[in-house]
């Protein structure tokens, strides 16, 4: 346990579905991210959130809709995706820049999305 | 669907032996830079760090060098078990970045050899 949880571990959805991704982290940290990683990519930055507040989206489709409600909690929102969201997408959570040395992130497990 | 993989570099080594994995990045305004490793279902996990005004840091068994004249970064696995089996991947920081935003490269495959 890396001290950021992600639920659900899998993930199968229709086209048509709405769901909703969970990240939760009890280190303290007060920055976090989602990543998607996908067999024919690297890992490709989504969302920032600093203070709670989204500082970074790297042009990623309406389809997907993060929510920060707390430092603690983040939140991805899925609906109407396609064959090629599949992927496993992972959250991250860190210090900012200015609060601390380590800049370093500390990962989930991630979520193994399937869309069908 | 996906029927094609990404094709990592793989480095394969007999156990026992030291392994280097290597990355370039080129990004000159990067000031910090981290090794990643990711077991199989699993996420990346932090094994070191190195800031652009050190040349070298060592940890347990890992050894991270930075040449910043060639914009090149190396991690050093000491006595590799085959615990060590993972994508490795190198990661930096854009210092004019607003938030702890890291860009991570596209990782090397080890495998060891027994």
């Known amino acids: 346990e890396t001290g950021v949880t992600q639920t659900p571990r899998h993930l199968v959805m229709g086209m048509t579905n709405k769901k909703s991704l969970k990240c939760e982290q009890h280190l303290g940290h007060n920055a976090m991210y989602w990543y998607k990683q996908s067999a024919k990519k690297p890992l490709e930055l989504m969302f920032v959130?600093?203070?709670?507040?989204?500082?970074e989206n790297n042009s990623v489709p309406s389809r997907f809709s993060p929510e920060c409600p707390n430092s603690s909690h983040l939140f991805l929102h899925l609906h109407t995706l396609q064959p090629e969201d599949s992927a496993l997408y992972l959250c991250a959570s860190s210090q900012d820049r200015e609060q601390a040395n380590n800049y370093g992130y500390t990962f989930g497990s991630g979520t193994r999305l399937t869309v069908v | 669907g996906e029927s094609v993989g990404l094709h990592l570099p793989t480095l394969s080594v007999q156990e026992g032996d030291n392994s280097i994995i290597n990355c370039a990045y080129s990004?000159?305004?990067?000031?910090?830079f981290i090794w990643y490793k990711q077991e199989s279902g699993k996420g990346p996990q932090f094994i070191i760090d190195?800031?652009?005004?050190?040349d070298k840091r060592q940890g347990q068994r890992v050894t991270v060098l930075l040449n910043k004249t060639v914009k090149h970064l190396s991690l050093q696995i000491a006595a590799t078990q085959p615990g060590d089996s993972a994508v490795y991947f190198c990661?930096?920081?854009?210092?004019?970045?607003?938030?702890?935003?890291?860009?991570f490269g596209s990782g090397t495959r080890l495998s060891i050899r027994p």
């Open positions: 990661a930096e920081r854009d210092s004019r970045s607003s938030a702890s935003k890291i860009i």
């Open positions: 990004n000159s305004a990067s000031d910090y």
């Open positions: 959130y600093s203070l709670e507040e989204r500082v």
């Open positions: 190195i800031r652009s005004n050190m």
